[in-house]
T-cell receptor, first 112, second 111 residues
Framework: DAGVIQSPRHEVTEMGQEVTLRCKPI?????LFWYRQTMMRGLELLIY????????DSGMPEDRFSAKMPNASFSTLKIQPSEPRDSAVYFC??????????FGPGTRLTVT | QKEVEQNSGPLSVPEGAIASLNCTYS??????FFWYRQYSGKSPELIMS????GDKEDGRFTAQLNKASQYVSLLIRDSQPSDSATYLC???????????FGSGTKLNVKP
């Protein structure tokens, strides 16, 4: 079975532009997580969904960030407008319930 | 106090030795514990999960959980240079379904 799929793998954009990151979880998993990783702050949980419903979005840094999960096989994380401090690696992970999570390859975002 | 704490390292061990990685957590309500390995430039990879007190062995890896003392550890026997990576401890708080990662311990295994 394919693992978690993320796209794009790399994204370079200018400050103020909208950025959309995409994730396809492992088939059969009902929980999906979005993380951000930087050297300074480590791995931070942004939001997680269970059965397509957002359960905890307390990690979303501010209103510029939004996430959706319209169905069990697709989720997006959107940043609008983007800022240089949003530069990081964004990971998507999925699991059955909230147990063992499997991570995607990540999206490296650079905002100039 | 952070929810999950790890020594950032680096921890250096010679090839063939036992590497011991430790993690402490703050919430006694924590139910589930995980160890991930992350190579530089790659995503975290699940190594082991442990849910009850005691030891759990999987090949060269042993996870140890002590809920009374609120720590979880990972032992790597017969360490290999390919084990050189950052090891992340993760904890799930049972009551709130909140998931926290430690900042990771960098392990260097010297040939």
């Amino acid at each position: 079975d394919a693992g978690v799929i993320q796209s794009p793998r790399h994204e370079v954009t200018e400050m103020g532009q909208e950025v959309t990151l995409r994730c396809k979880p492992i088939s059969g998993h009902n929980s999906l997580f979005w993380y951000r990783q930087t050297m300074m702050r480590g791995l931070e949980l942004l939001i997680y969904f269970n059965n397509n419903v957002p359960i905890d979005d307390s990690g979303m840094p501010e209103d510029r960030f939004s996430a959706k999960m319209p169905n069990a096989s697709f989720s997006t994380l959107k940043i609008q407008p983007s800022e240089p401090r949003d530069s990081a690696v964004y990971f998507c992970a999925s699991s059955f319930d909230t147990y063992e999570q499997y991570f995607g390859p990540g999206t490296r975002l650079t905002v100039t | 106090q952070k929810e999950v704490e790890q020594n950032s390292g680096p921890l250096s061990v010679p090839e063939g030795a036992i590497a011991s990685l430790n993690c402490t957590y703050s919430d006694r309500g924590s139910q589930s514990f995980f160890w991930y390995r992350q190579y530089s430039g790659k995503s975290p990879e699940l190594i082991m999960s442990i849910y009850s007190n005691g030891d759990k062995e999987d090949g060269r890896f042993t996870a140890q959980l002590n809920k009374a003392s609120q720590y979880v550890s990972l032992l790597i026997r017969d360490s290999q240079p390919s084990d050189s990576a950052t090891y992340l401890c993760a904890v799930l708080l049972g009551n709130f379904n909140k998931f926290y990662f430690g900042s990771g311990t960098k392990l260097n295994v010297k040939p």
